[in-house]
Nanobody, 122 residues
Framework: QVQLVESGGGLVQAGGSLRLSCAAS????????MGWFRQAPGKEREFLAA????????SYADSVKGRFTISRDSAKNTGYLQMNSLKPEDTAVYYC???????????????WGQGTQVTVSS
């Protein structure tokens, strides 16, 4: 069993940066790939980035490539999403999730956090 708790969301002006954290509990978190997703009101949950259990492989959605960076610190059981050059359209609830495979599909993720709100003002 893995429990995930996101933090680091908030209000930021366009062009600014935020770093989201995902704290995991459970001894096996280091065995899982980790992903970040977001969901804006009235829209489906959208894949942003994923990182393999060893942190050797990453995957990004085109919409955030070059602006967002995913990373993880297995010793701290924590994952991160560094978000730069934020835009108003990045406003959403952001979720981290754990999966046995490196995937962009929500269906492959077994565990989810409760989400953290990110609001980007113009």
């Amino acid at each position: 069993q893995v429990q995930l708790v996101e933090s680091g969301g908030g209000l930021v002006q366009a062009g600014g940066s935020l770093r989201l954290s995902c704290a995991a509990s459970g001894r096996t978190f280091s065995s899982y790939a980790m992903g970040w997703f977001r969901q804006a009101p009235g829209k489906e949950r959208e894949f942003l980035a994923a990182i393999s259990w060893s942190a050797g492989r990453t995957s990004y959605a085109d919409s955030v490539k070059g602006r967002f960076t995913i990373s993880r610190d297995s010793a701290k059981n924590t994952g991160y999403l560094q978000m730069n050059s934020l835009k108003p359209e990045d406003t959403a609830v952001y979720y981290c999730a754990a999966s046995w495979v490196l995937s962009s599909s929500t269906r492959n993720y077994n565990y989810w956090g409760q989400g953290t709100q990110v609001t980007v003002s113009s």
